[in-house]
């Protein structure tokens, strides 16, 4: 089997772990915090699923850097990456905030600045605090567009996919 293939086959197979992942994590939202008696299992499957895709996700996002060659990046690289997010976050912002202003039960305009700006972990709304992920997401980016340009790091083989990890490890701690 061609090493592309079998490369292919492997990111495949990793991608599917994260789509499991995803699935258990919204799972863990929706039906676990309805029934008391299942919190503690929910909230445990939900940390350790989050965990296991954040380490998933920065072992992909180093692979692919690592196999391009470990180049430099411009800041253009975090405006595409996070323009990408925005496709879907900033539609469901839009349902979620005219849902809250219709309802006047918990808009204000502080909530819709923070989400706007990928910073809700900072200012969770109750009942929505799973949108800390997009903070998250977006500092990722961040460290990686920081570590590629590092000296010291941008030319070591698998360098970034360390960083990643530990970064992956440091954020689901």
Same mark, same amino acid.
Request: with cysteine.
């Given at each position: ?10 990111n !495949?197979?990793f991608?599917?772990i994260r &789509?499991v992942?995803?699935i258990a994590?919204?799972?863990?939202? $929706?039906?676990?915090? #309805?029934?008391? !008696?299942?919190? *503690? ?7 350790t699923? #989050?965990?296991?895709?954040l ?5 992909l996002?180093g $692979?692919?850097? #690592?196999n =391009?060659?470990?180049?430099k990046?411009s800041?253009?690289y &975090? *405006? =595409?990456?996070?323009a990408?997010? $925005?496709?879907?976050y900033y539609?469901?912002?839009i &349902?979620?905030?005219l849902?809250?202003?219709?309802s ?7 909530n ?19 949108l ?5 997401? &977006?500092?990722?980016?961040i ?5 590629? #340009?590092l000296?010291k790091? !941008?030319y070591?083989?698998?360098s ?8 992956g490890?440091l954020?689901g701690v």
């Amino acid at each position: 089997m061609p090493e592309q293939e079998i490369r292919q086959q492997r990111n !495949a197979t990793f991608d599917i772990i994260r &789509v499991v992942a995803l699935i258990a994590i919204l799972m863990c939202h $929706s039906c676990f915090d #309805n029934f008391p !008696a299942l919190m *503690g299992i929910g909230r445990y499957l939900g940390v350790t699923f #989050n965990f296991l895709f954040l380490i998933l996700s920065a072992f992909l996002l180093g $692979s692919s850097w #690592n196999n =391009k060659g470990c180049p430099k990046l411009s800041f253009e690289y &975090v *405006g =595409k990456r996070v323009a990408k997010l $925005s496709k879907s976050y900033y539609p469901y912002l839009i &349902v979620l905030f005219l849902f809250l202003y219709f309802s006047q039960d918990y808009f204000n305009w502080r909530n819709l600045m923070t989400h706007t700006l990928y910073l809700p972990w900072f200012d969770k709304i109750d009942g929505f605090g799973h949108l800390w992920f997009m903070t998250m997401i &977006v500092l990722c980016y961040i460290s990686i567009w920081v570590l590629s #340009n590092l000296s010291k790091w !941008a030319y070591r083989p698998n360098s970034l996919i360390y960083g990643a990890l530990i970064g992956g490890v440091l954020i689901g701690v």
